[in-house]
């Protein structure tokens, strides 16, 4: 397919409009400029006007990040950091936004999920729906410590 040809400045708009829409993560920004031929000095430069003007934030990113997953989709602390790490997020950074999920609210969501997927297994033992429910909980991202303790609190 023939890339169609911007011009510098259409296509720096176009890469704000990208960042505008929703927070976006360097990684992120570097895969959409690939769709663009540009070269390495107009893409550092076009990354430092994003950075400069506050359109480009690593942190705000990974804050919103973090509290969509969780929020919304209701990911665990583990799955999250994995798909961070994946868009080349820094682990000290991740840590330092993990207090976006409020502690209590982790806990209850644990409880909500596994309370809703323990009452759907039907016609099995006591031990294999606690073993089915927490390998779910751990495939949503939850880490197996947290789980036991709400595992012991039922």
């Known amino acids: ?21 929703q927070d976006r993560c360097h990684a992120e920004v570097e895969q959409k400029m690939k769709e663009f031929l540009l070269i390495d000095e107009a893409k550092d430069e076009i990354i430092l006007y994003l950075l400069k003007e506050n359109y480009l934030n690593e942190e705000r990113f990974t804050r919103s990040y973090i509290r969509g997953k969780f929020y919304i989709k209701h990911w665990g602390r583990n799955k999250i950091r994995m798909h961070l790490k994946q868009k080349q997020i820094s682990e000290k950074l991740i840590n330092s936004c993990f207090d976006e999920i409020d502690e209590d609210d982790y806990e209850k969501m644990i409880r909500k999920i596994f309370e809703d997927y323990y009452s759907r297994q039907k016609g099995m033992q006591e ?8 390998k779910y909980l751990m495939s949503r991202g939850f880490e197996y410590e947290k789980i036991n303790d709400t595992f012991d609190e039922t």
């Not at 397919?1 to 829409?21: A, G, H, P, Q, R």
């Open 127 to 134: 031990y294999q729906k606690k073993s089915k429910t927490i």
């Open 1 to 21: 397919m023939e890339k169609k040809s911007f011009t510098f400045d259409e296509i720096k708009l176009k890469l704000v409009n990208y960042c505008v829409y």
